[in-house]
């Protein structure tokens, strides 16, 4: 999964999506990992990522990464690594 | 650069809760770089706020309804052009274009005023209650529709239509019935206000987005931008709304132009579904109320429409800003009753 080329994403966490005209707001932790989702980096490198910057544990990371993984999909801001999804 | 003067005559000056072309139009001409226009302002009521905006209309004359026919508009036309010499006119109401549209070769050849409008065909054809037959011709979506005369028809929908469904009058205002009930209301809501037909359109779901586009007539897309409304009011009039980069809408914008030659400014409002398929739900033979959206966002289309009307050769704009947006407002403006006393009893201002 990564982030879609067309998706603008400022430093602030403001997300603009040109081609629905939706927009959202993600606080800091959510634009550190669509930053690295931009960069193309694996979901593996970024929960690995987070758990080594911030103290919590394997499990909440795991479920709160795929819970905000499932919400980038919902707002139709990321693809599909090998399909691009609509 | 020197700019050429031009007088150009405009309506739709009513900007009210449903708020008419007319001076995001003028917005548009005024900020024109290669003409210095000067704004006749043609209106309906004495109440159009347009009328009191003398920042941004010269003067303005009263013309006759619609429904008063050709001959009354032609002979108020002539007295305003004795006196005011236009060069342009954009009518700017759907109601009114009719007459305009067969007056247009009258008006330029004896008058020698210019106007860029869609052809009687092509303003037939796009017709609410032709639609279905136009997107069949240009191969383009469009929702299941049916044109009905008689409230009893609607007690037999169910056999072709699933609830809900879209009531819509043949102008404007659109309802969406979730049953005969509530479709029997709007039938008569919509009907006692625009008349007959009424137009009966399938639900289709999905996001709602727009494009205005102007048209050469000759198969070529002068500019065209897409919306999306972000803000609708309960008369589902956008309140705010922001320019889309769609290159689907661009290209069935551009095929329909293409394909129908259109000829003057309009707006398609579409519906994307959640599928990804465009359905085309309307076509506006006239500029929207947002227009000025597009002006925002780098493409003139009242100026450009004002070249192709005085016959100059109009480049097609090639790009636009993405992510533009537009946040309407009302404003109470403070007016002497003299004003108003003399727009009603003189019928210009």
Not at chain 1, 38 to 54: C, D, P
Request: aromatic content about 10%; some cysteine.
């Amino acid at each position: 999964m990564k982030i879609k080329k067309n998706i603008a994403l400022s430093d602030t966490g403001f997300v603009f999506n040109p081609a629905s005209g939706d927009s959202f707001s993600v606080n800091p932790i959510g634009l550190e990992i669509m930053k690295l989702l931009q960069e193309n980096k694996s979901h593996e490198v970024i929960k690995k990522h987070l758990l080594e910057t911030y103290s919590v544990d394997k499990d909440t990371i795991e479920k709160d990464f795929y819970d905000f993984a499932k919400m980038l999909e919902q707002f139709k801001v990321t693809e599909s690594d090998e399909k691009k999804e609509s | 650069m020197k700019r050429k003067k031009v007088n150009v005559a405009v309506t739709g000056l009513n900007n009210v809760d449903s708020p008419g072309p007319g001076i995001p139009v003028v917005r548009g001409l005024l900020d024109s770089k290669e003409y210095d226009v000067r704004i006749i302002g043609l209106s309906y009521d004495a109440l159009e706020p347009g009328i009191y905006m003398h920042e941004l209309i010269a003067k303005t004359y009263q013309i006759p309804l619609p429904s008063a026919g050709q001959n009354s508009l032609m002979e108020r036309l002539r007295y305003i052009n004795s006196i005011e010499k236009i060069d342009v006119i954009i009518p700017n109401f759907d109601a009114e274009l009719f007459n305009f549209i067969k007056l247009a070769d009258t008006l330029e050849m004896e008058l020698g005023i210019r106007s860029f409008l869609p052809t009687l065909e092509q303003f037939e054809e796009r017709q609410k209650y032709n639609l279905p037959e136009f997107g069949k011709k240009y191969d383009i979506n469009i929702p299941k529709s049916k044109t009905i005369h008689s409230v009893a028809e609607i007690k037999n929908l169910y056999q072709e239509f699933t609830y809900p469904l879209v009531v819509k009058g043949k102008f404007y205002d659109a309802s969406v019935a979730y049953n005969a009930d509530q479709a029997t209301s709007y039938f008569h809501k919509i009907s006692s206000k625009w008349g007959l037909p009424i137009i009966i359109q399938e639900f289709t779901y999905g996001t709602e987005v727009n494009v205005t586009a102007v048209g050469d007539g000759r198969g070529n897309t002068i500019g065209a931008v897409p919306m999306r409304k972000q803000f609708i009011t309960d008369k589902g009039k956008a309140w705010a709304g922001i320019t889309l980069e769609d290159g689907d809408l661009m290209d069935l914008t551009r095929k329909l132009m293409k394909n129908s030659k259109w000829k003057g400014p309009c707006e398609l409002e579409m519906i994307r579904t959640n599928e990804g398929e465009i359905y085309l739900i309307e076509i506006n033979p006239r500029f929207p109320a947002w227009v000025y959206l597009a002006v925002g966002a780098g493409q003139n289309h009242p100026e450009a429409l004002l070249k192709l009307a005085l016959g100059e050769k109009v480049k097609p704009f090639t790009k636009y800003e993405t992510g533009k947006m537009f946040i309407r407002y009302s404003y109470d403006m403070i007016c002497d009753l003299k004003e108003f006393e003399t727009i009603s009893t003189l019928g210009e201002l």
